[in-house]
Every structure is written in structure tokens, then in C-alpha cells.
């Protein structure tokens, strides 16, 4: 059974850090290629950072500079380093897998606020 876990989320003040985190279990983490993305209720899923198995990443243009996506295949684990946040980066994060087909996260809430 796939699984994928999130971790990591909560309150931080504008232009702090939190690093996320996803665990995944059940599938072969190693040759995934992983996405984070995030929703807010008024806006639909948006993405926000991939890398594939080989370790290419490409970020959206709004967290460029200030969002690393990076995996430890030993852990089975794929993180998201937030730096800088700013208020509009609040949203529920999820981590996607893909291998055949898309598994998800049940998400992480992100509220960045003073």
C-alpha cells in the first residue's frame, strides 16, 4: 500500500523558514519523479516545485530564490526548505508521487502570518 506522509507545517511569521517533509512507503521512492503543490479554498491546486529521479527540479516563478525541493532516496523521503516566506505562500502543501500513476499526501497546512 503507497503511502505519503507530510510533516513540517504550521505558523511562521513572515520572512521566516520551515522545512516540509514527505515520507513515502510502498513504492519505489528511488525512481519517482516527486512534485510539492499547494491549495488554498479560493485558488485551484497550484504546483509549486518538482524533481525527478535524476534530481532535476524546476520551481514556480513565485517561490524561485526562496523554495529547495531536494529528496533523500536512503530515507524515502522528499523535503520542501521554505525561506522567506511571505503571506501569500499560506496554503496546504502536498507531495505527489508518480509511478504508473499519482499518489498524494493528505497535505500540510502553511499559514505564514504576524
Known amino acids: 500500500q503507497v503511502q505519503l506522509v507530510e510533516s513540517g507545517g504550521g505558523l511562521v511569521q513572515p520572512g521566516g523558514s520551515l522545512r516540509l517533509s514527505c515520507a513515502v512507503s510502498g513504492m519505489p521512492f528511488s525512481i519517482a519523479p516527486m512534485a510539492w503543490y499547494r491549495q488554498t479554498p479560493e485558488k485551484q491546486r497550484e504546483l509549486v516545485a518538482t524533481?525527478?529521479?535524476?534530481?532535476?527540479?524546476k520551481y514556480a516563478d513565485s517561490v524561485k530564490g526562496r523554495f529547495t525541493i531536494s529528496r533523500d532516496n536512503g530515507k524515502n523521503t522528499l523535503y520542501l526548505q521554505m525561506n522567506s516566506l511571505k503571506p501569500e505562500d499560506t496554503a496546504v502543501y502536498y507531495c505527489k508521487a508518480t509511478v504508473i500513476r499519482d499518489y498524494w499526501g493528505q497535505g500540510t497546512q502553511v499559514t505564514v502570518s504576524s
Open positions: 524533481m525527478t529521479a535524476g534530481g532535476t527540479t
